[in-house]
Structures are given as C-alpha cells and as structure tokens.
C-alpha cells in the first residue's frame, strides 16, 4: 500500500514548520520526493537495511542520551532515588518528559535515513525482520531446530513514517490552529486515497467534516481546562520568602545565644575552595549579612522580595558581574551545593558563599542570580555550582549603611533596648575618650582577645543573676560568664560599635583555614559569625572578626582522627554530584564515545562491507576443479543474495529455495526454480553430466529467472 | 544401469511402503529411513520408547515382503547358539548335526537386544557385518538378504546391557519412530478396533524383488564430490569438541549406500547433497562415543551432527 504522491514530503514541511526546522523539513521531503523523478535504485539486501536500522536505532539511542542529560534527567532522578518523595517524583518526571518531548521532535530526522533507504531501493518493501531483532532471533531458532520459518511478513515505512512525523509535529505545536488545521488536511489527504469503494463522495466529506468539526470542541475543551491548571500553578505569591531550605536563610538566622550545652557542629565538608594561578584564598565566605536583632534571631531587614535580578552579561557565558565598575583580577575557585528548592518550579536554590568584596562571578551555571541590599547572593541553577570568583581589597556588595529616614530599610545603629544596659557597662570600661572610629574599632577588639574566651560550651548557672533577672544571654556573656562562641562575640560587637554610634551589621559565613591537597576544604564546623563595621573614611564595609582565633584550633582538636575516611566519601560524593549536576565533563564524553559506533554504521551502509561471518569449522575443501562449476545457476543465486536471501554454508539449495519462497521477489516463481534446479544438480551431481540441449536449456531457463526477478 | 532400472525399483519402494503404510501410520520418515536400510544393505537399530509401534513395523516390513521371518526375544539368559544354532550329536548316525539358529533368515527382528548379555549380543557381529557365521570352525553363509531389525528401549536401564560400539557400529542406522499425532492416534485405534492390520497384510513384493532393489541401489551414481563431502562429514566428527571416539569409515560407507538408496526412492538417477543430508544424523550419530564431561554438559551426537552439517560446507 502506496501513500499517495507527494504526501510524505507535504508531511515534512508541515513537520519543519510546527517543530522550527523549517529548512530540515524542506530538505528532507525534496529529497524524499525526489525518488518520484530519479529511476536509479539501490539493490538492497537484507544485511544492508538491517544495518541502516541499526544506525537510526543508535542515531536515536544517542539523541535520547543527549535529551535525556540536557533536562537534568540524571540529577532529578538521582535526587528522586535519595529523596522520594512527592516534588522530587514531579521532577524527575517533568525532566522525563521534556527529555521525550524533544526526542519526539527529532523522530522524523533520527528515521529519515531508513525512509530514504525504502523511498531509493529497488523493493517497495522490507520485510519486518530488519526491524526486529526478535523477529530474527525466532526465525534463526526455527531454523536451527529444522522447522519451518515463520512466513516473512513485509511492511512499507512509509505509513509509519508518515504516522512519525505527525506525531513529531504535536510535540511541539508552533500553534494550535494551525497544527489542528494542518493535520486534519494531511488525514484528509491520506485517507482520500485509502477510501471505501461503495460510499460517495458527499458522503464521505460530510462524515470527515463531522468528524473534525467534533475534535475542534474536543480541542478547545482541553484547552480550556489547561488554561485554568495554568492559573492554579501561577498562584504563588511570595514563592522567595517560602522556598524550603536546608543552608542559609538569607531573611533571618536564629543564633544559638542562649542556649545551654555543647554547640554541635558537624564535620561534613561544605565546601571546596581552590585557589586560581597560585592566588591566596579569602579568609571569609559570607554568605548574608543581617540587620536587626531581636534575641535570638537576627533578620534581614527589608522585604522578603527586595531581591534584584543580576544580568548575566552577555546570556549563557557564566559571567555574572556584581559590582560594575571594579577591576579586581584575583580569582578563587568555589564549589558549594545549593541546599534549598523554589517552591515554585523545584529548581535547586541557595545562598552563594562569596568573598565580600566580590566583584563577579565566572563559569557559573545558574539559571538566574539575585541580591540584596545586604549583599547576599541567591543563586538558582543546579544543586551544584562550581565558578570563579573574582575580588579584592575594595568596596563591598552591601548598601551603605542606612537610616530611618530611608523607606523600608533597618537601622544599622539600631540596639535593642533591653540589651542597652549590659552593653552601656561594657563601653564604660572602655578607654575611648578622643579615638576616631578606626581606633575604638581596635579598641574593642582588644578587649574582647584581652578579657574573653572562646567556648562552645554554656554552663547553666543556678547562681547566675540571669534567672533571678530580665538579663539577656547576650548580658550574660558579656557581664559574667566572658565565654561563648562565634554568635555571643560577633553580635556582641555588632551591638557596641553600633551604641557606640557605629553603623555594623551581623554576617555570617565560613572560614577558610583547612589545606587538602591543592585545594581547600570547608566543613560545616568551619561556618562563623562576624562583624562588619562600616568605614565612613573609606565608605566601605570592613570585617572586625572579635572571636579569639583560638576556636579554629578549638574546633580541629574536635575533629576524628577517623576523618579522613568520611573526608574519602565526601570526596567521591563530591565527584558523583559533579556528574549528577552536569558538572563534569563526562556528558559530552559519553555522546563522543558515542561517535565510533556510529561511524562504523555509517562506513559499513555506505562501503557495503559484511560483518566477518564466522568460518566453517569443518575440514578445508581443497580447491578441485569439480565439474558444473560454471552453471549459470550460479548468477541466480547470487541475484537472490543481493535480495537479502543469504544461503549459509551448511544450507543445501532446495532447502534454501523453499525457504526463499515467503519473498515476494521469488513468489509465483517456485516451479521454474525447481525445474532449473533439477538442471542445476544434474549438471554438477551428475557424474554423466547434463548433454548439450540440456546445458543450453540450464542457460535459457536461468536467464529467463534472472529476467523476472528484475 | 538401464533407464528403466530406476521406476521399476522406485516401484518395488512404493509397493513395500505401500503396504507397511496400512500398518504403521503417520509414520513415512521412519518408512523411508528402514526401506533405505534395507536397500543399502544394511541393519537397522530402532530405539524408542514402549508402545510406538517398533515390533510392529519391523513385522510389517517383514510380512510386506515374500521371506523369511524370524524373531528373537532377547532376555538375559538368551545363549549364542539360540541365536546361532547348534551341531547336535545324533547317536544314530555317530554324527553331529548343525540345527541352524533364527539367524539363517532372511529378515531378523531381535526384540529388546539390549537385554540379553554382551556374549549373546556379539554373535550377532559377524552376521551382521559378513553375512556369514562360524560355528565349530566352519563358515556358513546367511541368506543374499540378510537384513537385521534390532529394538532396544532408550529408557529403562535395569537388567540391560548397553550395547558395545563395536556392535553400534555394525548398524547402518539408528532412529526414532515418535509418537504420532492426535488424529493419526485415533486412526490408529479405528484401524484396530477388530483385528490388527498386520493379520491382514499380504506380501507385495517377492525376494528377488527385493534383490532387485538392492541392485538397483547400489547402481546409483553418486559424484565425487559428494562422495568427498560424506567422507568431510564423517571426518568432522573425530575433531568435533565433545567426541571421544568419531565415526568410522564404516560410517562413510553406510551413508553413501544409504544416500544412494534414498535417491533410488526419490526416483533420481543420481546422489543430491539432500539425501545425503537427511540420512547424516541416522546414520552418524550413534556411532560416535562421547565424552562424559560433554554428556553431562547436555551435548548430544545427534546435537553434534546437526551442528556439523550446518558448518561443513555442502556442494552446490
């Protein structure tokens, strides 16, 4: 069964146009339905097409790996098998089907070589064997068995095919009208030619009309009910202030001031920080800055939505720029894992660890980049990053200190009140009378190394005025106990400098201090609080780290000495997350890998080499001249060959011929074929041999045979 | 041999088949393979299970034909001379005197011939390979046809003796009957339901129609080529994997023979490869002496012979 002229290659265009392959679609259908003009034809047997599937086969096993790999398919589904739950198992399947949806539009470009093969080979037909692996694998147990083989069945690609690029076309509907339109034309087309005999014309329209006219309400139906599922999903007021996090929040941190016990932190590796061109690594990642204290949680201040979108310049380039005018050259290598998840489209999200006086960012694949005015950077791309940053001595990310006056920010003097007293008592001891803001910056540093000690370690205190007072944690560390970790030093001084009438802010990040290798290692016990003080001379924000640098020794002395083996896991972690977020090179490797396999497909459809066939294990035949060698049946044989009706070495020719008689190549021809093998045996079995007329009927009738078959 | 040699043979065939056809149905394989047998000369092991009609078509074979017939029941204590015969000493004349033994017949049924002890089962070697025997020191030859039917059951194992290769070797052929399908079943039981069909059966064919075949058979020409190809085939067998002992030239000789009788029977003047294709797995596989590692690793000499006329290369 035909498909009418010209169809297919209408079908393409309509195929380029829906999907934005216009000129592939032109293309492809030109050369399809240029067979209708061109009479050369290929003489294709069966090992040919066999390999010509096998190529599209791996043609689309590739483009299924490369669709599969843009879509994060191997990240989601990864994440899916470590989390399974609900939002993981959407992902996992929403990357599913962007993966196969993109397939769907190459189908016809990854089947059009096997679509050429029919369109320019001399068989109208292949038989379904070529395309069946299975099919092969029980006709060769048959015969092994010395049954009958099944009978071959043949089938034109064409319908198929026709049925492929449809089917590519919805995939990607440039619009619905047209795509509606456009496939009611080409099924009308098709089935005009396909039409039952004993029904009219009129008749068969109007049935084809009322058909249409039934699926354009069934369409726009759907259509209406996926506009209001759309509606549903886009409602998502403030998705930032809601995402789910496992890191930092970059609106609020909750200290553990006040908190009695040991402070628990884990060893796990957080980070890997690199240093580029031999450069020194910064001590301090930030990763947010906060305002306002309210015991025991500092906030933000500002809205939750008062981030700003940072421009990737230009798009896709990974060079994100945070601070526009600044030349800083001095680069670190960071890889951090976005902890969190955008409620919203379930894409990873986190706060970047940074420099603070970062001035952009390189090689970072993220899908959007925002900051706010305390200089946090939130990043949403894939669940690990690995970029560049470039900084040096200089201004800061962060607004300038604000105050009152400006609307919908905090004050960086404010101090609440009832923490006032204990600090007032503290500054009271200070010699400041007469220091610049620099020199009681200095001051209460001094202080604080001079009269305090790091400890991560909260006693309760039965006698402590705490309990019988309104004294704060933060009173009580500074008046009594004068021991605390990175949280009581820092929001102690942020608070002083701050009564003192100096403008600070609260941050909180890690420090870098632990070499492995080339490279180095931050772990979750590495994270700090600090200061920033505002420079009013330098108009910038500068670090005043008061915790006594004892705790980085303190926090070391804690860690295993069976480390190393949990540092080895993390490491391979490490490595697969790379993989599992496309950050490795290993995806482009394995469509590389992918090139050989099919080049050797290519090279053996185009040069018509066959595969090496196994050596006959019995004895050599010694090369002897035996007689009827010269039989022209010989021609015939290898006719039939070059059909695809390969004869194997221990397979005798009668037996090769009934089963030859399923092709329709040979159909009808059975007799003339037995006839002429009864000549063919006499001539070579014979030891009298075949007499002259005889010999000359073997002639006649083998080129009879050949005739027909062509 | 004249042109009209080969129909009056191929005649004498379908007459046998014929009439064996009335006794033993859905059975045309096995017919062809014996009547082969019988044409080349050669004897004939039946090995199935119980019940599928052996004795049957043995006798059906034998009652086809105008010739003696005798059956041996093999038991364990079955002695040489019952097979044989005897010199018995006659006080009346002061002289022994030879009783000849079931052997001295022209078509020779031995029942379960596993079953009788392996002295028993060799004084059937040098009948069967000579077609004479020697009892106290004197020749005496057998019949011009002298044609063996042995049976043996492939399943029951107690109170038997596997059969030496030495005597495997002497049969032409070994082959299955099957079972037979439903419906050829119940022709069978329709076709029995009074009497048994063999009552009945009428020899078709005399003696020396028989010898006429044999003749004819043995006339048949065969090509170099393919008498080249039966020797590749047999040889293959002494360096397949798995095989302790090949076939024998004997083997060779059994297949080409039969080969030619099998053209004979497809009204051919001359040898194709399919006849002798047909016949390799009949006539080769028990011949050949497997390994006990590959027999136990499920290996089969039918297994081999299929697999070797796939490999060896066939003339066309």
Request: proline content about 7%; charged content about 20%; aromatic content about 10%.
């Given at each position: ?64 790996i490369f669709a599969f790999t843009s879509n994060e398919g191997p990240a989601t589904f990864g994440k899916m098998l470590e989390y399974p739950n609900l939002q993981n198992s959407e992902l996992a399947g929403t990357s599913s089907t962007a993966a196969v949806i993109g397939l769907l539009r190459w189908l016809p470009m990854i089947f059009f070589g096997f679509m050429l093969a029919q369109a320019y080979s001399s068989r109208t037909e292949f038989p379904l064997d070529t395309v069946s692996p299975f099919l092969r694998y029980r006709r060769q147990r048959r015969l092994k ?566 | ?316």
């Amino acid at each position: 069964m035909k498909t009418p002229p010209f169809l297919l290659g209408a079908t393409l265009l309509f195929w380029g146009w829906q999907s934005d392959f216009p000129l592939a679609g032109a293309a492809m259908g030109l050369a399809l339905e240029s067979a209708r003009f061109i009479r050369a034809r290929w003489e294709m047997a069966d090992a040919e097409i066999i390999r010509i599937w096998n190529f599209c086969s791996l043609l689309g096993l590739a483009a299924a790996i490369f669709a599969f790999t843009s879509n994060e398919g191997p990240a989601t589904f990864g994440k899916m098998l470590e989390y399974p739950n609900l939002q993981n198992s959407e992902l996992a399947g929403t990357s599913s089907t962007a993966a196969v949806i993109g397939l769907l539009r190459w189908l016809p470009m990854i089947f059009f070589g096997f679509m050429l093969a029919q369109a320019y080979s001399s068989r109208t037909e292949f038989p379904l064997d070529t395309v069946s692996p299975f099919l092969r694998y029980r006709r060769q147990r048959r015969l092994k068995r010395g049954q009958p083989a099944p009978r071959l069945i043949h089938f034109n690609a064409a319908w198929p095919y026709f049925v492929i690029c449809l089917y590519a076309a919805s995939a990607h509907a440039a619009t619905e009208q047209t795509f509606f339109w456009g496939l009611c034309g080409l099924l009308a087309w098709a089935l005009w030619h396909q039409r039952p005999q004993g029904i009219g014309r009129l008749v068969w329209v109007g049935a084809l009309g009322a058909v249409i006219i039934a699926s354009l309400f069934g369409q726009r139906g759907l259509g209406q009910l996926a506009r209001l599922t759309d509606l549903a999903d886009n409602y998502n007021a403030q998705w930032l202030a809601r995402f789910m996090r496992h890191g930092t929040d970059p609106a609020q941190t909750r200290t553990a001031i006040g908190q009695i016990g040991e402070l628990q932190m884990s060893p796990q590796i957080v980070l890997r920080v690199t240093p580029v061109n031999g450069a020194a690594v910064p001590t301090y990642l930030r990763e947010a800055s906060y305002r306002t204290y309210h015991a025991p949680v500092w906030y933000a201040g500002g809205s939750p939505d008062s981030f700003a979108n940072i421009p990737e310049t230009p798009p896709n380039s990974g060079h994100w720029t945070l601070q526009p005018g600044r030349t800083n050259h001095t680069l670190v290598n960071i890889a951090c894992y976005l902890g969190g998840y955008n409620p919203k489209d379930g894409n990873p999200l986190g706060v970047l660890p940074l420099p603070v006086d970062c001035e952009h960012l390189e090689h970072l694949e993220a899908y959007s980049l925002q900051n706010n005015l305390v200089g946090t950077v939130l990043a949403e791309g894939p669940g690990l990053v690995i970029f560049d940053a470039s900084y040096g001595a200089g201004t800061t990310m962060d607004s300038p200190p604000a105050t009152n006056s400006a609307p919908g920010l905090s004050d960086d003097l404010l101090v609440p009140d009832k923490e006032k007293p204990a600090l007032d008592s503290v500054i009271a001891t200070l010699p400041l009378a007469g220091l610049n803001e620099a020199e009681k910056c200095r001051v209460v540093s001094q202080y604080f190394a001079v009269h305090y000690q790091y400890s991560v370690w909260q006693a309760p205190d039965k006698k402590s005025p705490a309990l019988q007072t309104n004294e704060t944690a933060l009173a009580r560390f500074l008046l009594h106990t004068h021991a605390g970790h990175c949280e009581f030093f820092a929001t102690a001084t942020v608070l002083i400098l701050r009564e003192m009438g100096i403008p600070a802010r609260y941050a909180v990040g890690y420090v870098v201090h632990e070499p492995a290798g080339n490279h180095y290692v931050v772990r979750s016990r590495d994270a700090h609080a600090w200061c920033q003080v505002w420079n009013g001379r330098a108009q910038t924000w500068e670090i005043l780290d008061t915790t006594p640098a004892s705790w980085v020794a303190t926090e070391g002395k804690r860690l295993s000495p069976w480390q190393f083996v949990a540092d080895t896991f993390s490491w391979l972690g490490f490595q697969f997350a790379k993989f599992r977020w496309g950050q490795s090179h290993l995806r482009p490797y394995l469509l590389i890998s992918l090139v050989p396999a099919l080049g050797y497909f290519l090279y053996q459809i185009i040069f018509h080499r066959r595969r090496h066939q196994p050596a006959a294990t019995g004895p050599a035949v010694p090369p002897v001249n035996w007689p009827g060698l010269d039989s022209e049946f010989y021609l015939l044989e290898q006719a039939l060959v070059r059909r695809g009706l390969e004869r194997r070495p221990g397979e005798s020719l009668t037996h090769w011929l009934a089963q030859a008689g399923g092709d329709p190549a040979v159909a009808g021809m059975d007799t003339k074929l037995r006839e002429l093998l009864g000549l063919h045996y006499r001539h070579r079995f014979d030891p009298q041999g075949l007499a002259g007329p005889e010999r000359e009927e073997l002639r006649q009738k083998t080129r009879a045979c050949l005739a027909e078959l062509r | 041999m004249n042109s009209e040699a080969i129909p009056a043979a191929r005649a004498i065939y379908q007459k046998i088949a014929g009439n064996i056809a009335r006794v033993i149905q859905g059975q045309p394989g096995p017919t062809r393979k014996l009547l082969a047998a019988l044409a080349s000369g050669g004897h004939v092991l039946l090995e199935d299970f119980p019940g599928t009609g052996k004795t049957t078509l043995a006798k059906a074979l034998a009652r086809s034909i105008a010739a003696s017939f005798k059956r041996i029941q093999f038991t364990p204590d079955l002695l040489p001379s019952d097979i044989l015969g005897v010199a018995i000493f006659n006080q009346r004349d002061q002289a022994f005197h030879f009783h000849e033994g079931p052997i001295f017949t022209n078509i020779l049924l031995a029942d379960e011939i596993n079953r009788a002890s392996p002295r028993t089962q060799s004084a059937l070697l040098e009948a069967m390979g000579e077609s004479q025997v020697s009892i106290d020191g004197e020749n005496r030859p057998l019949a011009d046809l002298f044609f063996v039917i042995a049976t043996e059951n492939p399943v029951e194992f107690r109170g038997t003796y596997p059969l030496p290769e030495a005597q495997m070797d002497r049969f032409a052929m070994r082959f299955m009957l099957g079972y037979v399908s439903p419906e050829e079943e119940v022709s069978i039981l329709a076709a029995q339901q009074t009497q048994h069909p063999l009552e009945t059966l009428k020899p078709c064919v005399t003696l020396a129609e028989v010898l006429q075949l044999k003749a004819a058979a043995q006339a048949l020409r065969i090509s170099d080529e393919l008498k080249r190809y039966v020797v590749d085939l047999v040889a293959a067998t002494r360096k397949a994997p798995g095989v302790q002992l090949g076939a024998s030239p004997r083997a060779s000789l059994a297949l080409m023979k039969a080969a030619q009788a099998l053209a004979l029977f497809d009204g051919l003047e001359f040898v194709t490869p399919e006849q002798i294709q047909e016949l390799a797995v009949p006539v080769i596989a028990h011949r050949l002496v497997m390994e006990p590692q590959a027999r136990f690793a499920g290996v089969t000499a039918r297994g081999v012979v299929e697999g070797i006329l796939k490999t060896v290369r066939v003339p066309a």
